[in-house]
């Protein structure tokens, strides 16, 4: 975690997996991405769909390559990122599974197909400091 506030049940931190994640592995998704805008571009002949290929790729690993936000309170959790700011209520969940880099957060009592959909994963590299303020809110069943 670059930044931890405590207050009470509050906590504000940030998550940038390029910095936090091995080397190799940043290094080997980035050379993937290359990679694959490359056989694009020479498989259309085309520059352009290359360069199309290569941003829809980089948005779609954005949350591995830049900077994201997570703020909880006695509210709800706010997750900014890339100029995006979405705010969630604790009302909204109903259960909570640790993981090891990060909470996934599911408006299901149960695992469910939709969780992918309708959950929200808050990654940290102290996942239990943050389960114990996530229990605080949401009424978890620990079976």
């Known amino acids: 975690m670059n930044g931890t506030t405590n207050i009470d049940s509050s906590k504000i931190w940030t ?3 390029l ?41 779609a690993m954005s949350r591995y390559f830049f900077i994201t936000r997570y703020a909880l309170d006695d509210r709800g959790f706010t997750i900014s ?36 959909f309708r959950g929200q994963f808050l990654r940290s590299k102290n996942p239990t400091e943050i389960y114990h303020v996530v229990q605080k809110h949401i009424d978890i069943d620990p079976a």
Request: glycine content about 4%; proline content about 6%; charged content about 15%.
């Open 81 to 116: 990122h890339i100029g995006t700011r979405r705010q969630y209520l604790w009302t909204n969940f109903r259960r909570a599974a640790i993981h090891p880099d990060g909470i996934f957060l599911s408006p299901f009592v149960k695992p469910h197909r939709l969780d992918t």
């Open 19 to 59: 910095r936090e994640e091995p080397l190799a592995k940043s290094f080997l998704l980035v050379l993937i991405i290359l990679s694959v805008a490359l056989i694009v571009g020479v498989s259309f002949q085309s520059i352009t769909f290359a360069f199309l290929s290569l941003v829809l790729l980089t948005a």
């Open 15 to 17: 998550s940038h997996p």
